[in-house]
Protein backbone atom coordinates (compact mmCIF):
# COMPACT_ATOMS: atom_id res chain seq x y z
CA UNK A 1 0.00 0.00 0.00
CA UNK A 2 1.05 3.37 -1.05
CA UNK A 3 -0.37 6.04 1.83
CA UNK A 4 0.30 10.13 0.60
CA UNK A 5 -0.39 12.84 3.10
CA UNK A 6 -1.40 15.88 1.77
CA UNK A 7 -0.10 18.85 4.47
CA UNK A 8 -1.53 21.85 4.64
CA UNK A 9 -1.65 25.06 7.44
CA UNK A 10 -5.16 23.83 8.09
CA UNK A 11 -5.83 20.46 7.33
CA UNK A 12 -4.20 17.10 6.80
CA UNK A 13 -4.85 14.64 4.79
CA UNK A 14 -3.68 10.88 4.35
CA UNK A 15 -4.89 8.66 1.61
CA UNK A 16 -4.18 5.24 0.51
CA UNK A 17 -3.27 3.81 -2.57
CA UNK A 18 -3.30 -0.01 -4.05
CA UNK A 19 -0.30 -0.66 -6.35
CA UNK A 20 -2.16 0.26 -9.19
CA UNK A 21 -2.45 3.84 -7.67
CA UNK A 22 -6.48 3.46 -7.20
CA UNK A 23 -7.39 5.33 -3.99
CA UNK A 24 -9.17 2.60 -0.90
CA UNK A 25 -9.71 5.17 1.90
CA UNK A 26 -8.30 8.26 3.14
CA UNK A 27 -8.99 10.60 6.08
CA UNK A 28 -9.01 14.24 7.17
CA UNK A 29 -7.64 16.11 10.07
CA UNK A 30 -7.08 19.70 11.01
CA UNK A 31 -3.97 20.38 11.46
CA UNK A 32 -2.30 20.34 14.68
CA UNK A 33 -0.14 23.99 15.02
CA UNK A 34 0.25 24.26 19.09
CA UNK A 35 3.80 22.43 18.76
CA UNK A 36 5.91 20.53 16.78
CA UNK A 37 5.54 17.07 19.06
CA UNK A 38 1.42 17.31 18.43
CA UNK A 39 1.85 17.55 14.76
CA UNK A 40 4.74 14.73 14.73
CA UNK A 41 2.11 12.61 16.98
CA UNK A 42 -0.90 13.56 14.58
CA UNK A 43 0.80 12.31 11.64
CA UNK A 44 1.91 8.70 13.85
CA UNK A 45 -1.02 8.54 14.78
CA UNK A 46 -2.93 8.59 11.10
CA UNK A 47 0.27 6.18 9.93
CA UNK A 48 -0.63 3.42 12.56
CA UNK A 49 -4.02 3.86 11.65
CA UNK A 50 -4.07 2.86 8.05
CA UNK A 51 -1.28 -0.10 9.51
CA UNK A 52 -3.98 -1.45 11.28
CA UNK A 53 -6.86 -0.85 8.88
CA UNK A 54 -5.03 -2.46 6.33
CA UNK A 55 -2.89 -5.38 8.33
CA UNK A 56 0.53 -3.85 6.41
CA UNK A 57 3.75 -1.08 7.05
CA UNK A 58 2.57 1.11 3.78
CA UNK A 59 5.15 3.16 2.01
CA UNK A 60 4.77 6.73 2.91
CA UNK A 61 5.13 10.22 0.90
CA UNK A 62 4.75 13.33 2.20
CA UNK A 63 3.57 17.12 0.46
CA UNK A 64 4.00 19.61 2.73
CA UNK A 65 4.11 23.28 1.88
CA UNK A 66 7.95 24.61 1.98
CA UNK A 67 11.29 23.83 1.00
CA UNK A 68 13.12 20.27 1.94
CA UNK A 69 16.32 20.45 2.81
CA UNK A 70 18.17 16.87 2.40
CA UNK A 71 21.06 17.51 4.10
CA UNK A 72 19.49 17.81 7.60
CA UNK A 73 16.02 16.39 6.86
CA UNK A 74 14.50 19.67 8.05
CA UNK A 75 11.33 21.39 6.70
CA UNK A 76 10.99 25.10 5.90
CA UNK A 77 7.49 25.33 6.40
CA UNK A 78 5.88 28.39 5.04
CA UNK A 79 2.29 28.14 6.80
CA UNK A 80 3.07 25.63 9.82
CA UNK A 81 5.30 27.82 12.24
CA UNK A 82 5.66 25.04 14.81
CA UNK A 83 7.21 22.27 12.20
CA UNK A 84 9.62 25.34 10.29
CA UNK A 85 13.35 24.46 10.57
CA UNK A 86 12.46 20.91 12.31
CA UNK A 87 13.66 17.64 11.70
CA UNK A 88 10.61 16.38 10.85
CA UNK A 89 11.49 13.51 8.31
CA UNK A 90 14.05 11.69 10.81
CA UNK A 91 11.91 12.06 13.50
CA UNK A 92 9.09 10.66 12.04
CA UNK A 93 10.52 8.02 10.08
CA UNK A 94 12.09 6.64 13.93
CA UNK A 95 8.70 6.64 15.40
CA UNK A 96 6.81 4.90 12.81
CA UNK A 97 10.34 2.69 11.69
CA UNK A 98 10.26 3.32 7.94
CA UNK A 99 11.84 5.17 5.40
CA UNK A 100 9.98 8.12 3.75
CA UNK A 101 9.79 10.51 1.06
CA UNK A 102 8.84 14.21 1.50
CA UNK A 103 8.73 16.62 -1.05
CA UNK A 104 7.19 20.11 -1.34
CA UNK A 105 3.28 20.06 -2.36
CA UNK A 106 3.46 21.96 -5.77
CA UNK A 107 5.89 19.59 -6.78
CA UNK A 108 3.73 16.84 -5.82
CA UNK A 109 0.38 18.41 -7.53
CA UNK A 110 2.77 17.86 -10.74
CA UNK A 111 3.83 14.87 -10.31
CA UNK A 112 0.50 13.81 -9.88
CA UNK A 113 -0.75 15.30 -13.37
CA UNK A 114 2.59 14.37 -15.28
CA UNK A 115 1.23 11.01 -14.13
CA UNK A 116 -2.35 11.05 -15.17
CA UNK A 117 -2.92 8.62 -18.56
CA UNK A 118 -3.58 11.46 -21.21
CA UNK A 119 -0.54 13.15 -19.96
CA UNK A 120 2.08 10.17 -18.95
CA UNK A 121 3.82 10.33 -22.82
CA UNK A 122 5.08 13.74 -22.10
CA UNK A 123 8.54 13.92 -20.84
CA UNK A 124 8.23 17.40 -20.11
CA UNK A 125 5.40 19.00 -17.72
CA UNK A 126 5.13 22.25 -15.56
CA UNK A 127 2.48 22.31 -12.96
CA UNK A 128 1.73 25.92 -12.33
CA UNK A 129 -0.78 26.59 -9.20
CA UNK A 130 -2.97 29.84 -9.47
CA UNK A 131 -4.69 29.95 -5.97
CA UNK A 132 -4.08 31.97 -2.90
CA UNK A 133 -0.28 32.07 -3.78
CA UNK A 134 1.20 31.15 -7.22
CA UNK A 135 3.01 27.94 -6.62
CA UNK A 136 4.36 25.01 -9.11
CA UNK A 137 6.83 22.36 -10.10
CA UNK A 138 8.89 20.69 -12.83
CA UNK A 139 8.70 17.39 -14.07
CA UNK A 140 11.80 16.61 -16.42
CA UNK A 141 12.33 13.11 -18.65
CA UNK A 142 9.33 11.45 -16.15
CA UNK A 143 11.26 13.02 -12.75
CA UNK A 144 10.58 15.76 -10.25
CA UNK A 145 13.44 18.55 -10.53
CA UNK A 146 14.10 19.76 -6.80
CA UNK A 147 17.85 21.55 -7.68
CA UNK A 148 20.60 21.53 -5.27
CA UNK A 149 18.81 23.43 -2.08
CA UNK A 150 15.03 22.11 -2.87
CA UNK A 151 14.28 25.59 -4.50
CA UNK A 152 13.61 23.73 -8.03
CA UNK A 153 10.25 24.80 -9.51
CA UNK A 154 10.06 27.58 -7.28
CA UNK A 155 8.30 29.50 -9.97
CA UNK A 156 6.79 31.84 -7.96
CA UNK A 157 9.56 33.91 -6.69
CA UNK A 158 10.26 34.45 -10.18
CA UNK A 159 10.59 38.17 -10.32
CA UNK A 160 8.82 40.79 -13.04
CA UNK A 161 10.20 40.82 -16.41
CA UNK A 162 10.49 43.32 -18.57
CA UNK A 163 7.94 42.44 -20.91
CA UNK A 164 5.70 41.94 -17.69
CA UNK A 165 6.53 45.30 -16.46
CA UNK A 166 5.13 47.15 -20.17
CA UNK A 167 2.12 45.53 -19.50
CA UNK A 168 1.82 46.23 -15.93
CA UNK A 169 3.66 49.66 -16.46
CA UNK A 170 6.64 50.78 -15.24
CA UNK A 171 5.33 52.36 -12.00
CA UNK A 172 3.65 49.26 -10.73
CA UNK A 173 4.35 49.10 -6.95
CA UNK A 174 7.04 46.07 -6.46
CA UNK A 175 5.18 44.12 -3.36
CA UNK A 176 7.13 42.94 -1.06
CA UNK A 177 6.29 38.92 -1.13
CA UNK A 178 6.12 36.56 2.31
CA UNK A 179 9.76 35.12 0.99
CA UNK A 180 11.06 38.50 1.70
CA UNK A 181 11.99 39.29 -1.97
CA UNK A 182 10.33 42.18 -3.50
CA UNK A 183 8.26 42.08 -7.09
CA UNK A 184 7.64 38.45 -7.38
CA UNK A 185 5.25 37.23 -9.75
CA UNK A 186 3.13 34.93 -6.97
CA UNK A 187 2.21 39.20 -6.09
CA UNK A 188 0.46 39.95 -8.96
CA UNK A 189 -0.78 36.48 -10.62
CA UNK A 190 -2.08 34.30 -8.15
CA UNK A 191 -5.54 34.43 -6.80
CA UNK A 192 -4.81 36.93 -4.68
CA UNK A 193 -2.84 38.78 -6.80
CA UNK A 194 -5.89 38.84 -9.60
CA UNK A 195 -7.39 41.03 -6.64
CA UNK A 196 -4.63 43.20 -6.00
CA UNK A 197 -4.26 44.14 -9.11
CA UNK A 198 -8.08 44.99 -9.58
CA UNK A 199 -7.91 47.28 -6.82
CA UNK A 200 -4.63 48.68 -7.77
CA UNK A 201 -6.36 50.09 -11.52
CA UNK A 202 -9.97 50.57 -10.03
CA UNK A 203 -9.49 51.50 -6.42
CA UNK A 204 -12.10 48.58 -5.65
CA UNK A 205 -11.48 45.74 -3.31
CA UNK A 206 -13.68 42.92 -4.81
CA UNK A 207 -13.08 39.47 -4.97
CA UNK A 208 -11.75 37.29 -7.43
CA UNK A 209 -15.01 35.38 -8.15
CA UNK A 210 -17.00 39.12 -8.22
CA UNK A 211 -14.61 40.43 -10.22
CA UNK A 212 -15.30 37.30 -12.91
CA UNK A 213 -18.64 37.75 -12.27
CA UNK A 214 -18.95 41.16 -13.55
CA UNK A 215 -16.55 40.50 -16.41
CA UNK A 216 -19.15 37.93 -17.49
CA UNK A 217 -21.82 40.64 -17.32
CA UNK A 218 -19.88 43.41 -19.84
CA UNK A 219 -18.60 45.64 -17.02
CA UNK A 220 -15.68 47.51 -18.81
CA UNK A 221 -13.22 47.55 -15.57
CA UNK A 222 -13.76 43.58 -14.90
CA UNK A 223 -13.40 43.25 -19.12
CA UNK A 224 -9.93 45.32 -19.12
CA UNK A 225 -8.63 43.69 -16.10
CA UNK A 226 -9.18 40.43 -17.36
CA UNK A 227 -7.42 40.98 -20.51
CA UNK A 228 -4.55 42.61 -18.96
CA UNK A 229 -3.88 39.81 -16.42
CA UNK A 230 -4.29 37.25 -19.36
CA UNK A 231 -1.62 38.98 -20.94
CA UNK A 232 0.46 39.22 -18.11
CA UNK A 233 -0.01 35.18 -17.76
CA UNK A 234 0.98 34.23 -21.13
CA UNK A 235 4.14 36.73 -20.67
CA UNK A 236 4.96 35.09 -17.17
CA UNK A 237 4.73 31.85 -18.57
CA UNK A 238 6.66 32.82 -21.36
CA UNK A 239 9.94 33.26 -19.51
CA UNK A 240 9.17 29.86 -17.65
CA UNK A 241 9.37 28.27 -20.88
CA UNK A 242 12.11 29.59 -22.36
CA UNK A 243 14.24 27.46 -18.94
CA UNK A 244 12.22 24.72 -19.34
CA UNK A 245 10.62 24.28 -22.57
CA UNK A 246 7.57 22.09 -21.56
CA UNK A 247 5.57 19.94 -23.66
CA UNK A 248 2.50 20.75 -21.25
CA UNK A 249 1.43 22.89 -18.81
CA UNK A 250 -0.76 21.80 -16.22
CA UNK A 251 -3.04 24.42 -14.57
CA UNK A 252 -4.49 23.40 -11.12
CA UNK A 253 -6.12 26.48 -7.58
CA UNK A 254 -8.70 28.56 -7.80
CA UNK A 255 -8.31 30.60 -11.07
CA UNK A 256 -7.53 27.63 -12.71
CA UNK A 257 -11.39 27.37 -13.02
CA UNK A 258 -11.50 30.49 -15.33
CA UNK A 259 -11.71 28.75 -18.76
CA UNK A 260 -10.70 31.70 -20.91
CA UNK A 261 -6.97 30.94 -20.32
CA UNK A 262 -7.03 27.99 -21.96
CA UNK A 263 -8.50 29.65 -25.36
CA UNK A 264 -6.44 32.86 -24.83
CA UNK A 265 -3.83 32.16 -23.38
CA UNK A 266 -1.86 29.86 -26.14
CA UNK A 267 -2.93 32.51 -28.46
CA UNK A 268 -1.06 35.37 -26.67
CA UNK A 269 2.22 33.73 -25.88
CA UNK A 270 3.96 33.33 -29.04
CA UNK A 271 4.74 37.17 -29.46
CA UNK A 272 7.08 36.00 -26.49
CA UNK A 273 8.43 33.07 -27.72
CA UNK A 274 11.65 32.26 -29.56
CA UNK A 275 10.86 31.67 -33.66
CA UNK A 276 11.64 28.03 -32.98
CA UNK A 277 9.42 27.38 -30.13
CA UNK A 278 5.92 25.73 -30.34
CA UNK A 279 3.23 26.37 -27.72
CA UNK A 280 2.43 23.77 -25.57
CA UNK A 281 -0.49 21.81 -24.81
CA UNK A 282 -2.15 23.62 -22.02
CA UNK A 283 -5.09 21.52 -19.55
CA UNK A 284 -6.57 21.92 -16.38
CA UNK A 285 -5.67 19.92 -13.43
CA UNK A 286 -7.42 16.70 -13.77
CA UNK A 287 -7.02 15.62 -10.40
CA UNK A 288 -8.22 18.99 -8.49
CA UNK A 289 -7.68 19.18 -4.64
CA UNK A 290 -7.06 14.97 -4.05
CA UNK A 291 -3.59 16.05 -6.65
CA UNK A 292 -1.67 16.52 -3.64
CA UNK A 293 -2.26 13.21 -1.87
CA UNK A 294 -2.23 11.14 -5.01
CA UNK A 295 1.33 12.88 -5.84
CA UNK A 296 2.73 12.35 -2.31
CA UNK A 297 1.89 8.68 -2.93
CA UNK A 298 4.09 8.49 -6.34
CA UNK A 299 7.24 9.96 -4.42
CA UNK A 300 7.78 6.26 -2.93
CA UNK A 301 7.80 5.01 -6.43
CA UNK A 302 10.84 7.13 -6.69
CA UNK A 303 12.64 6.35 -10.11
CA UNK A 304 10.44 3.33 -10.92
CA UNK A 305 7.21 5.87 -11.19
CA UNK A 306 4.28 3.69 -12.69
CA UNK A 307 1.84 5.47 -14.72
CA UNK A 308 -2.18 4.76 -15.14
Known amino acids: MLYGFDIGGTKIELAVFDDELKQVWSKRVDTPTDSYQSFLACLVSLVNEADDRFAVKGQIGIGIPGIINEKDKTVYTTNIDAVKNMPLINDLEQAIHRPISVNNDANCFALSEAYYKAFKHYKNVLGVILGTGLGGGLVINHQLVNGADGCGGEIGHVGLSINMLKILGYDIPL ?11 E ?19 LSAKTILEHYYNGDNDALAHVDRYLELLAAYLANIMMVTNPEIIVIGGGLSNFDLIYHEVPKRLPKYLLPRMTVPRIEKAKYGDAGGARGAALLCYGRELKCE
Open 175 to 185: VKCGCGLEGCC
Open 187 to 205: RYLSGTGFEWLYHHFYHKQ
